[in-house]
């Protein structure tokens, strides 16, 4: 292809021993991404030293080249930065002859302005609604809550404005947020990590003598797990049930609630916090010995869990949020329900334990769709944005662009 990309992303980068360390959802997209173009030079913060965690895996590309921000913890945190952030999106723009952006930028009008003046062209991934996550719970503080509402307003506005003037692309992680940034060149998709030597098909789960529920994600208030709860406390299945919760604590306070629940529902026998587990292997073994998948979430863009846990062949029961219609369909691959549901969670728990029709089904076109929605449709889609000439001739309309199932 003899070309050039600019990866910007808030999500920071360790460089350690020659390597380049990322979490492993937007270090995944990076290296599919570098294996189309001579040279990716990324651009965010960095870290020098070994990573933090182990959420953080390295990449393996070698054309991609570091182009670092001063550091920021928080978009609070990037507001003294304004030059240096600037100063690396101009070396970006002027290196690189196309620009993927993700997410949520400090800055971003300061970006589009350098893709203008450098005419490149430039694709942004809308990866979830922080104006809708604030609207869940309260996290920080009313006030701190409030300020972080019209920052992620006045981000989604410019954003708007600067693919109006750019005449870039908005890849959005499902058809709700592909609505917020309805333009000429939006189209609502499923981001994912999957690839195809991840998938493990399976004929039926619920076999064994006891059935065993997961949950993979973080911790935090806007994930709902306290509706799960109170839901699995309320089944009635002949047989004994446990439930696996899997992620890191973000929140003392919220984990402190959830265990008050446990131990007020009587379940503490049953319920087991497991913590972190690595993306990869790790994870999948453990979703290959769950028996049912459950996401009982408040707010997301187009959960990669729910196509990693239908490439596992778990049959999956998630809420009706964000980008989750448009990831899977209610009674085809997955059963939906509404938000803050005790009771229907618990009642599609029990269909898919007792209905064995169903839940083959379910797995069967849960491994079907989720083939349909792997790293490589989706990196496919973001190369066909960035190198398509710019059409200003199509409606303002959201388009949905990639096969579904």
Known sequence: MNRTLGYVTPVRAYCSAGGIYMQAASGKVADALAAQYD???????????????PAELPLAAKNIELIPQPFWRTSAGSLPH???????YLRTCRRSDVLF??????????????????????????VGDPVALLQTSTRKG????????????????VSRVGRWMTGGAFICNGRELARAYASPRTIATVSSTVEESDFSPRFDTCQGPSVRILFVGYIRPEKGIEYLLDAVSQLRHDGPWELEIVGPDQFPDYRRKLDGIVTARKIQNRVRWIGYVPFGEPLFDRMRAAD????????????HVLVEARACGLPCISTTVGGVPTTVTHGIDALLV????SRALARA???????ADLRRALIRNGLASARLQTLGYFTEIVLRELEIKLDRGKPEVAQEIGPRA
Not at 82 to 88: E, K, L, S, T, V
Not at 104 to 110: F, K, L, N, Q, T
Not at 145 to 154: E, I, K, M, N, R
């Open 39 to 53: 040279k990716v030079y990324m651009c965010t913060r960095v870290v020098e030293g070994p990573p933090d965690s």
């Open 82 to 88: 304004f030059f240096g952030i600037a100063r690396a």
């Open 101 to 126: 952006v993700r997410g949520m930028c400090p800055y971003i009008g300061v970006l589009y302005l350098c893709a203008l003046m450098f005419r490149r062209p430039i694709c942004h991934w809308i």
């Open 142 to 157: 009313r006030l701190r809550d409030t300020f972080a509402w019209l920052y992620a307003l006045q981000d989604r506005a």
């Open 292 to 303: 049912l998948f459950v996401l009982p979430t408040l707010s997301e863009g187009t959960p």
């Open 338 to 341: 509404p938000p803050k549901d």
């Open 349 to 355: 728990m029990q269909r898919v334990i007792r209905d």
